[in-house]
């Protein structure tokens, strides 16, 4: 439920302060091999709020969200600050050092659905309905599981410098996982459906998943029948969901402003060409290419008014990622990149809709033009370090062989340094798809999107000799 009248405790502030409240609810249901095995449905609220002293930040947090525990948590924050700034012999009071850059963010934007909604058994009937189909239409596969997610975000916001907002940003997912036995191994591959909003805005008729239901069955079933990738640094051509996910993991985190101030390898290169000319990376802050984005971002969890931040132009590292403090640290604007997951957690720098911008080739096109190498189209896990050294599990993926598309695969590695593998880029496809399910797990889980066109590129290959 919206906070009414947040703003009669603005003169609570003394110096800069924030207060967000905020509820996340979350419903669950997870199905394996027809039994029910998750059915959970529950929210977690409270309140927040941090007071900036003398170049510290203190922060508190109760689930209780009355008047009295607004009023007690604002005065403690700024104890808690001035507490912690006496310790560590902080003495920037007046000046410049403990000014926060400030851009105020105002607004309301409730993305909740308008649609009649279903209520918990109509939920888990959907999901049974589209496993019988599974089981009536593939009764060959070993194992099948299926796990729904409706998570709806809900917060209100009020800071010293004039920021006031209000925002519920749902977001409802359905995984599909199938797996078959084939030359004595277990085979998985998965599909996600859904994406930014509620359930009844993605899901109608089970039907309606059908035809992707089949393809992934058939593409599980290429699968069984694929080769292994041969080991090496090969010429590839990376699908939308293998060009997201590098994107946020192996890039997007070296050039968040928190971790660059603890020596990521962007530290050094602001400037620099980091990637090929083709290569333009943005985090988004709520629209992109026209669309509102998958996770959009109108005003963060410091009250500032988000904006897209364009990290690779043309090759070129332009911009880091920042919140209100980091900013002062650079002297630059902050950027909205300041999230928190629950209302326990401090807002930190996190991406928001991380994607390389389109480019104007065609994918046939850029898969016609490798004689020997790889088409990847779908990652199952990854990880990089601040350094940009990644290591990601290719799911799905075929065969090059004369810019002719050959047998599928089984599962493989990619790894590289991105800012190396990026340079060897030579051609980007001209359309783009969102990752709509994502997650980033830095310190705190919070949603995230993730996407882009295809690239084509260089890189290391763990396969089978």
Request: net charge negative; charged share 25%; with cysteine.
């Given at each position: 439920?919206?906070?009414?009248?947040?703003?009669?405790?603005?003169?609570?502030?003394?110096g800069?302060?924030?207060?967000?409240?905020?509820?996340?609810?979350?419903?669950?249901?997870?199905?394996?091999?027809?039994?029910?095995?998750?059915?959970?449905?529950?929210?977690?609220?409270?309140?927040?709020?941090?007071?900036?002293?003398?170049?510290?930040?203190?922060?508190?947090?109760?689930?209780?969200?009355?008047e009295?525990?607004?009023?007690?948590?604002?005065?403690?924050?700024?104890?808690?600050?001035?507490?912690?700034?006496?310790?560590?012999?902080?003495?920037?009071?007046?000046?410049?050092?403990?000014?926060?850059?400030?851009?105020?963010?105002?607004?309301?934007?409730?993305?909740?659905?308008?649609?009649p909604?279903?209520?918990?058994?109509?939920?888990?009937?959907?999901?049974?309905?589209?496993?019988?189909?599974?089981?009536?239409?593939h009764?060959g596969?070993?194992?099948?599981?299926?796990?729904?997610?409706?998570?709806?975000?809900?917060?209100?916001?009020?800071?010293?410098?004039?920021?006031?907002?209000?925002?519920?940003?749902?977001?409802?997912?359905?995984?599909?996982?199938?797996?078959?036995?084939?030359?004595?191994?277990?085979?998985?591959?998965?599909?996600?459906?859904?994406?930014?909003?509620?359930?009844?805005?993605?899901?109608?008729?089970?039907?309606?998943?059908?035809?992707?239901?089949?393809?992934?069955?058939?593409?599980?079933?290429?699968?069984?029948?694929g080769?292994?990738?041969?080991?090496?640094?090969?010429?590839?051509?990376?699908g939308?969901?293998?060009?997201?996910?590098?994107?946020?993991e192996?890039?997007?985190?070296?050039?968040?402003?928190?971790?660059?101030?603890?020596?990521?390898?962007?530290?050094?290169?602001?400037?620099?060409?980091?990637?090929?000319?083709?290569?333009?990376?943005?985090?988004?802050?709520?629209?992109?290419?026209?669309?509102?984005?998958?996770?959009?971002v109108?005003?963060?969890?410091?009250?500032?008014?988000?904006?897209?931040?364009?990290?690779?132009?043309?090759?070129?590292?332009?911009?880091?990622?920042?919140?209100?403090?980091?900013?002062?640290?650079f002297?630059?604007?902050?950027?909205?990149?300041?999230?928190?997951?629950?209302?326990?957690?401090?807002?930190?720098?996190?991406?928001?809709?991380?994607?390389?911008?389109?480019?104007?080739?065609?994918?046939?096109?850029?898969?016609?033009?490798?004689d020997?190498?790889?088409?990847?189209?779908?990652?199952?896990?990854?990880?990089a370090?601040?350094?940009?050294?990644?290591?990601?599990?290719?799911?799905?993926?075929?065969?090059?062989?004369?810019?002719?598309?050959?047998?599928a695969?089984?599962?493989?590695?990619?790894?590289?340094v991105?800012?190396?593998?990026?340079?060897?880029?030579?051609?980007?496809?001209?359309?783009?798809?969102?990752?709509?399910?994502?997650?980033?797990?830095k310190?705190?889980?919070?949603?995230?999107?993730?996407?882009?066109?295809?690239?084509?590129?260089?890189?290391?290959?763990?396969?089978?000799?």
């Amino acid at each position: 439920m919206k906070y009414e009248d947040i703003e009669r405790y603005a003169t609570l502030f003394k110096g800069y302060g924030e207060l967000r409240v905020q509820e996340n609810r979350q419903t669950q249901v997870t199905l394996w091999n027809g039994d029910v095995v998750g059915n959970a449905n529950g929210s977690q609220a409270g309140i927040s709020a941090r007071a900036f002293v003398d170049g510290v930040w203190g922060f508190v947090s109760s689930p209780e969200s009355d008047e009295k525990a607004i009023r007690a948590a604002i005065s403690r924050a700024a104890d808690n600050a001035r507490f912690l700034a006496a310790r560590e012999g902080r003495s920037l009071r007046g000046g410049e050092a403990g000014v926060l850059p400030s851009r105020a963010g105002r607004g309301d934007h409730d993305l909740s659905t308008d649609k009649p909604r279903r209520s918990r058994k109509e939920l888990i009937d959907f999901v049974r309905a589209v496993d019988a189909y599974c089981v009536e239409k593939h009764p060959g596969l070993q194992s099948r599981s299926l796990h729904l997610f409706c998570l709806g975000m809900e917060k209100t916001l009020l800071t010293a410098d004039g920021a006031r907002a209000y925002s519920l940003i749902p977001r409802t997912t359905l995984y599909v996982g199938f797996t078959m036995e084939a030359g004595g191994e277990s085979i998985e591959l998965y599909d996600m459906f859904g994406g930014r909003g509620e359930f009844e805005d993605h899901f109608r008729d089970p039907a309606d998943l059908f035809p992707r239901i089949d393809s992934l069955a058939e593409n599980l079933e290429r699968k069984g029948k694929g080769v292994y990738a041969k080991p090496g640094t090969r010429d590839v051509v990376l699908g939308p969901d293998l060009a997201g996910i590098l994107a946020h993991e192996a890039i997007g985190h070296t050039v968040e402003a928190d971790l660059v101030l603890g020596g990521s390898v962007a530290a050094d290169a602001m400037d620099r060409e980091v990637a090929s000319p083709l290569v333009t990376l943005v985090d988004f802050a709520y629209e992109a290419l026209g669309e509102t984005c998958p996770v959009p971002v109108w005003t963060d969890d410091e009250g500032v008014q988000a904006r897209d931040a364009v990290l690779i132009d043309k090759g070129v590292l332009r911009s880091y990622m920042h919140n209100k403090d980091s900013a002062r640290h650079f002297g630059v604007e902050p950027t909205g990149n300041a999230r928190a997951f629950d209302f326990s957690d401090e807002p930190l720098v996190r991406m928001r809709n991380t994607a390389i911008l389109p480019g104007s080739s065609k994918l046939d096109d850029m898969i016609a033009g490798i004689d020997s190498g790889y088409y990847f189209q779908r990652s199952d896990s990854g990880q990089a370090d601040s350094t940009g050294e990644f290591m990601f599990g290719v799911m799905m993926g075929y065969e090059i062989s004369g810019g002719k598309l050959g047998n599928a695969l089984r599962n493989t590695t990619i790894s590289g340094v991105a800012f190396d593998m990026l340079k060897t880029v030579d051609a980007v496809s001209d359309d783009m798809d969102w990752t709509c399910a994502g997650f980033c797990g830095k310190k705190q889980m919070i949603p995230v999107g993730m996407g882009g066109p295809a690239i084509r590129c260089r890189v290391n290959i763990g396969g089978r000799a």
